[in-house]
């Protein structure tokens, strides 16, 4: 080599490790990895938001506002008391990805082996809990009103176990995805074409929804418990879903905690309002407490002056025969075709006015599709 060459050479090397200085001084000024807010040792709590229900809106993020949040560490050996609490009275901006970060200091929650949970949106619920770990999954907060969208969001059990040298450089990340504490449903009904101006909805009602949420899946209990447990928890009087008539083609939502009844023993979808076919233990009551909901309307029969009031009541659950379970974080969407007034179909009852009689019964058939 040259000895211009190596001139060149070095001229290069030395360009070279100046702009890497300035590269490094500008990166070190300007503080473009800020971990200010991420104490070294400390936990950052990762909140993911759960997504979208509604098939046409899946990947997107859930839209309720996190306004506060506790979280409980119980020992992996010791569920007796909460071993730390904290409580984030407000929260920043969600992430781009939807995440919400929860930072917090050395002190607020010790590295052991054990298990975190989160839960948003009680407010001061949670201030003077000193329970144990199964009284924390059973605690309920009110859910006295069905229209309105409950903002309940839970996560955990977590389970922690600390890592030699975690901790050292930043914050521990505890991933919190958070969950509906909630059932949505959707109600619409639709008329056979045939039918016209006949059929008229007037109002739609609900009985046997809970009036509390747990804070976790069946308060805690096994899955062959029925929940809520305490009668006491449920509203068995029927109530408005909404004001009003409901148009052709309307629909209704409204929310619920999860009512969580068991699996009864229809052979047959109109079965499924029988109450020997219920998922009850006693005898002749076996449909106790489990959720309906009921149409009230007016029915013209064709060459009628006068309407008759019927009402159509539909069991809700997973399907359209035995299940009776209503379960959190789960969107059901009911569509009802209504081809008539049938009263021989033990879903629809004649509440009044007259009943045509025919020289042969006339099968109008009702269908529920649950999508």
């Given at each position: 080599?040259?000895?211009k060459?190596?001139?060149?050479?070095?001229?290069?090397?030395?360009?070279?490790?100046?702009?890497?200085?300035?590269?490094?001084?500008?990166?070190?000024?300007?503080?473009?990895?800020?971990?200010?807010?991420?104490?070294?040792?400390?936990?950052?709590?990762?909140?993911?938001?759960?997504p979208a229900?509604?098939?046409?809106?899946?990947?997107?993020?859930?839209?309720?506002?996190?306004?506060?949040?506790?979280?409980?560490?119980?020992?992996?050996?010791?569920t007796d008391?909460?071993?730390?609490?904290?409580?984030?009275?407000?929260?920043?901006?969600?992430?781009?990805?939807?995440?919400?970060?929860?930072?917090?200091?050395?002190?607020?929650?010790?590295?052991?082996?054990?298990?975190?949970?989160?839960?948003?949106?009680?407010?001061?619920?949670?201030?003077?809990?000193?329970?144990?770990?199964?009284?924390?999954?059973?605690?309920?907060?009110?859910?006295?009103?069905?229209?309105?969208?409950?903002?309940?969001?839970?996560?955990?059990p977590?389970?922690y176990?600390?890592?030699?040298?975690?901790?050292?450089?930043?914050?521990?990340?505890?991933?919190?995805?958070?969950?509906?504490?909630?059932?949505?449903?959707?109600?619409?009904?639709?008329?056979?074409?045939?039918m016209?101006?006949?059929?008229?909805?007037?109002?739609?009602?609900?009985?046997?929804?809970p009036?509390?949420?747990?804070?976790?899946?069946?308060?805690?209990?096994?899955?062959?418990?029925?929940?809520?447990?305490?009668?006491?928890?449920?509203?068995?009087?029927?109530?408005?879903v909404?004001?009003?008539?409901?148009?052709?083609?309307?629909?209704?939502?409204?929310?619920?905690?999860e009512?969580?009844?068991?699996m009864?023993?229809?052979?047959?979808?109109?079965?499924?309002?029988?109450?020997?076919?219920?998922?009850?233990?006693?005898?002749?009551?076996?449909?106790?407490?489990?959720?309906?909901?009921?149409?009230?309307?007016?029915?013209?029969?064709?060459?009628?002056?006068?309407?008759?009031?019927?009402?159509?009541?539909?069991?809700?659950?997973?399907?359209?025969?035995?299940?009776?379970?209503?379960?959190?974080?789960y969107?059901?969407?009911?569509?009802?075709?209504?081809?008539?007034?049938?009263?021989?179909?033990?879903?629809?009852?004649?509440?009044?006015?007259?009943?045509?009689?025919?020289?042969?019964v006339?099968?109008i058939?009702?269908?529920?599709?649950?999508?």
């Amino acid at each position: 080599m040259n000895r211009k060459m190596k001139s060149r050479n070095k001229i290069y090397s030395v360009l070279l490790v100046r702009i890497l200085a300035v590269l490094v001084l500008a990166g070190w000024l300007c503080g473009c990895e800020d971990t200010s807010g991420i104490p070294e040792g400390g936990f950052s709590f990762r909140l993911q938001q759960p997504p979208a229900l509604r098939v046409d809106t899946r990947g997107t993020l859930n839209t309720i506002p996190i306004n506060n949040v506790w979280v409980l560490q119980y020992k992996s050996d010791n569920t007796d008391e909460p071993l730390k609490t904290y409580y984030f009275s407000s929260v920043g901006d969600a992430l781009d990805n939807g995440t919400i970060e929860l930072n917090t200091d050395k002190a607020a929650f010790s590295r052991i082996t054990s298990r975190f949970y989160v839960i948003a949106n009680v407010g001061d619920a949670l201030k003077d809990f000193k329970g144990s770990e199964a009284d924390l999954m059973g605690k309920t907060v009110g859910c006295t009103t069905i229209t309105d969208q409950p903002s309940l969001l839970t996560a955990g059990p977590l389970n922690y176990t600390p890592e030699a040298g975690e901790g050292e450089t930043g914050a521990i990340p505890i991933i919190a995805p958070l969950q509906r504490a909630y059932a949505t449903i959707e109600m619409s009904w639709t008329k056979k074409d045939f039918m016209g101006n006949n059929m008229t909805i007037n109002s739609v009602e609900i009985a046997n929804v809970p009036n509390v949420m747990a804070l976790y899946a069946r308060g805690g209990g096994g899955l062959s418990v029925k929940y809520p447990v305490d009668a006491a928890m449920i509203n068995k009087n029927l109530q408005l879903v909404g004001s009003g008539a409901l148009d052709d083609s309307g629909s209704r939502t409204f929310y619920m905690g999860e009512n969580l009844r068991g699996m009864g023993t229809a052979p047959s979808f109109a079965d499924k309002n029988l109450d020997k076919y219920g998922p009850g233990d006693i005898e002749e009551n076996r449909l106790d407490n489990c959720t309906y909901i009921r149409l009230n309307g007016s029915y013209t029969y064709t060459g009628a002056t006068d309407p008759i009031g019927v009402s159509y009541t539909l069991y809700l659950g997973g399907n359209l025969m035995t299940d009776y379970n209503i379960r959190r974080g789960y969107l059901y969407k009911l569509t009802i075709n209504i081809s008539g007034a049938n009263s021989a179909d033990v879903r629809v009852t004649i509440t009044d006015g007259n009943v045509i009689m025919f020289d042969e019964v006339e099968i109008i058939p009702n269908e529920v599709n649950f999508r």
